[in-house]
């Protein structure tokens, strides 16, 4: 379990076997909202940065399916979540 605070101060994404589940974290290209009561942008970025120190053919698993595919691997994620600059981990 990693805690990943973003706006409830119990969130966690669990990690185990290379598949990573985001709950609302982060999903395939994008991430979760902070624009709610108790959101917080920089959590967000911190929990997100600290997700992608794992390794990068770890295969993402969010709750919802919002993006182009269902799940992608990290180093997708890097290459086209579209806050991967705002997090520091943009990879072209």
Same mark, same amino acid.
């Given at each position: 379990? !990693?805690?990943? $605070? #973003?706006?409830? !101060? +119990? /969130?966690?994404?669990?990690? +185990? #076997? +290379? #598949?990573?589940? @985001?709950?609302?974290? !982060?999903?395939? *290209?994008? &991430? *979760?909202?902070?624009?709610? $009561?108790? +959101?917080?942008?920089? &959590?967000?970025?911190? &929990?997100?940065?600290?997700?992608?120190?794992?390794? /990068?053919?770890?295969?993402?698993? $969010?709750?919802?399916?919002? *993006?182009? @595919? &269902?799940?992608? @691997?990290?180093?997708?994620?890097?290459?086209?979540?579209?806050?991967? #600059? /705002?997090?520091?981990?943009?990879? $072209?």
């Amino acid at each position: 379990m !990693l805690y990943t $605070p #973003k706006y409830t !101060l +119990g /969130e966690a994404c669990y990690y +185990g #076997k +290379g #598949k990573l589940f @985001t709950g609302d974290t !982060l999903f395939v *290209g994008d &991430s *979760g909202r902070t624009d709610l $009561p108790y +959101g917080h942008r920089p &959590s967000l970025g911190a &929990s997100i940065r600290r997700l992608m120190q794992l390794p /990068e053919d770890t295969v993402v698993m $969010p709750v919802h399916d919002y *993006g182009p @595919t &269902s799940t992608a @691997t990290l180093r997708q994620q890097k290459r086209h979540n579209i806050n991967a #600059k /705002e997090y520091g981990f943009y990879t $072209p």
